[in-house]
């Protein structure tokens, strides 16, 4: 059983930043895929920003040049840095990482983690 564990959350002002972390544990062989996602009240899931075990990444339009995802291999975690965040970035953070485990692969979600811009 694969477990991932978030945080980083919390509430901050308009123009300041936050570091979001997950990291997944269990019998994992290996990681393929990480990603973080976001949820606003009212609104749909989407993708804030993914990368792949080779370092390739993809963002969403709205946070493009605002945040960072990066990873590290070593400890199975995968951080978001967040600078100069919005209101409109207020919203729920779930991690979602692809894993290969001896039952094949699979994607597991966080727990969600709550970031709140506002002053």
């Known amino acids: 059983q694969v477990q991932l564990v978030e945080s980083g959350g919390g509430l901050v002002q308009p123009g300041g930043s936050l570091r979001l972390s997950c990291t997944a544990s269990?019998?994992?062989?290996?990681?393929?895929?990480t990603g973080w996602y976001r949820q606003a009240p009212g609104k749909q899931r989407e993708l804030v920003a993914r990368?792949?075990?080779?370092?390739?990444?993809d963002y969403g339009d709205s946070v493009k040049g605002r945040l960072t995802i990066s990873r590290d291999n070593s400890k199975n975690t995968v951080n978001l840095q967040m600078n100069s965040l919005k209101p409109e970035d207020t919203a729920v953070y779930y991690c979602?990482?692809?894993?290969?485990?001896?039952?094949?692969?699979?994607?597991?979600w966080g727990q969600g983690t709550q970031v709140t811009v506002s002053s």
């Open positions: 979602n990482v692809g894993v290969v485990t001896s039952k094949g692969e699979d994607v597991y």
């Open positions: 269990g019998s994992i062989f290996s990681i393929y895929a």
């Open positions: 990368i792949t075990s080779g370092g390739s990444t």
